[in-house]
C-alpha cells in the first residue's frame, strides 16, 4: 500500500521560506503525478502543485507562481515543496498526495498533513 508521509511544516514570519517533504514508499512511482494540496481553517482542500514522476512537467496555482517549487530526489522517493516570500494567506495545512494514472486533480494517495502558520 502506497504511503505518503509530509514533514517540514512550522510557524514562519511573512517573507519567510520553508520547505516541506513527503517521503513516499510502497510503490513504484515512475508514472505517478505526485502533487500537494492545502487546506485553510475552514476553507475547502485545494490543489497547489504537482510534478509528473515520468517527465519531471510541473503545474502550480496561480496564488504560489513563482514563489514556490516542487522538486523531486528520485533516489529516495521524496518530493519536497520550496516555499518562498511565504504570506499569511499561505497558512493552511499542506498534505501530498499521488495518483498512479496522473489525474492529478483527483488523487488516489493522501499524506496526513503537515501544518504551516505564516504570521508574525
Known amino acids: 500500500q502506497v504511503q505518503l508521509v509530509e514533514s517540514g511544516g512550522g510557524l514562519v514570519q511573512p517573507g519567510g521560506s520553508l520547505r516541506l517533504s513527503c517521503a513516499a514508499s510502497?510503490?513504484?512511482?515512475?508514472?505517478?503525478?505526485m502533487g500537494w494540496f492545502r487546506q485553510a481553517p475552514g476553507k475547502e482542500r485545494k490543489f497547489v502543485a504537482v510534478m509528473h514522476w515520468n517527465d519531471g512537467n510541473t503545474v502550480y496555482t496561480n496564488d504560489v507562481k513563482g514563489r514556490f517549487t516542487i522538486s523531486r530526489d528520485d533516489d529516495n522517493d521524496t518530493m519536497y515543496l520550496q516555499m518562498n516570500s511565504l504570506k499569511p494567506e499561505d497558512t493552511a495545512v499542506y498534505y501530498c498526495?499521488?495518483?498512479?494514472?496522473?489525474?492529478?486533480?483527483?488523487?488516489?494517495?493522501w499524506g496526513q498533513g503537515t501544518e504551516v502558520s505564516v504570521s508574525s
Open positions: 510502497g510503490g513504484t512511482f515512475s508514472n505517478y503525478a
Open positions: 498526495a499521488a495518483d498512479p494514472t496522473g489525474r492529478y486533480l483527483y488523487p488516489k494517495f
